[in-house]
């Protein structure tokens, strides 16, 4: 049977995300060496929101949301964009490029329960094995690792903020999907990245006029854009684009995907070599991946309007 175009289609896009967010880890390790992390935060985020601002006025119709759905993006904006970004920042300034990846990625696992919650899919479960699966690739990447006495080092606390950061993605991915099915992917993104690049501009100003700006080499602005442009605006809009296309849950397991790029990058760029078992823990996650996206046909999904 044809896969349709539209899936294909995404799935290029969900898999341009992993390579993006698993080299983005080293490369904010890189320039929180230089830079604090809420002054990074408002370098980056104003660039997103004006590559976005390009895009959306391309569109026709309006660029406002209707009044009824206000109050709902300015809370995703709040959900996903201030307060995952501040838990994600912080979180991977504490703790290693590999710690932070596989602790984010339990998001699927925080997704698929509040989207069941929430009525918007029924995963059937030959998906949640395959979500377990990716799971127990985890584990075995943590547990392998040669820092495995980590979460109860000092970087338990980035540790935690790294998976408080995912659960609030969770939210924002599962609370997006009816502005996102009504606006599209552009807009929503557009918007709620709008609502938070003030406050984390304005978060970030007193770092910022502490930092001789005319001393940043041109190699930390250019992580500085990759991070803004690619990290955030680019990777948000693709994220959007495949929960308005084929779901919550299958968007979101792709996550999954993020650490084995992560720890590829880290290995070779900052010098965190993955055990054996990584190693096999990164296969594990990659056939859980394909049993959970296999599994769960486009008819499975279940929408409620009224979420």
């Known amino acids: 049977m044809e896969i349709p175009r539209r899936d294909i289609t995404t799935d290029l896009g969900l898999l341009l995300i992993v390579l993006i967010w698993g080299v983005n880890f080293s490369v904010l390790k890189v320039l929180l060496r230089e830079l604090d992390p809420l002054a990074l935060n408002a370098l980056r985020f104003p660039m997103a929101a004006v590559a976005l601002w390009i895009l959306v006025r391309r569109l026709d119709g309006s660029l406002k949301p209707d009044p009824q759905d206000l109050r709902r993006i300015i809370t995703l904006g709040l959900l996903g964009n201030v307060a995952y970004q501040l838990c994600f920042i912080f979180g991977v300034d504490s703790t290693f490029a590999g710690n932070a990846s596989l602790l984010l990625a339990t998001t699927p696992v925080w997704t698929l329960f509040l989207s069941s919650v929430a009525g918007h899919e029924r995963p059937g479960g030959w998906v949640v094995i395959g979500v377990a699966g990716t799971l127990i690739g985890i584990f075995m990447v943590i547990t392998g690792s040669r820092d495995a006495g980590t979460l109860a080092s000092p970087t338990t606390r980035g540790d ?19 502005p996102v099915t009504r606006y599209g992917a552009l807009r929503v993104t557009a918007w709620t990245l709008w609502v938070a690049t003030p406050i984390i501009f304005f978060m970030g100003l007193p770092g910022l006029m502490r930092t001789d700006l005319t001393a940043i080499t041109p190699e930390v602005w250019i992580g500085v854009t990759y991070a803004g442009l690619l990290g955030i605006g680019l990777a948000y809009l693709l994220w959007y684009r495949a929960v308005e296309r084929i779901g919550n849950n299958r968007t979101a397991v792709y996550s999954n995907l993020v650490p084995v790029a992560a720890l590829i990058t880290a290995w070779i760029w900052l010098g965190e070599v993955p055990t054996t078992l990584q190693l096999i823990g990164a296969a594990v996650i990659l056939v859980g991946l394909t049993l959970a996206r296999v599994a769960h046909a486009p008819e499975n999904d279940f929408q409620n309007n009224e979420a």
């Open 160 to 178: 935690l903020l790294i998976l408080i950061a995912s659960v609030l993605w969770a939210m924002y991915t599962v609370g997006g999907r009816k």
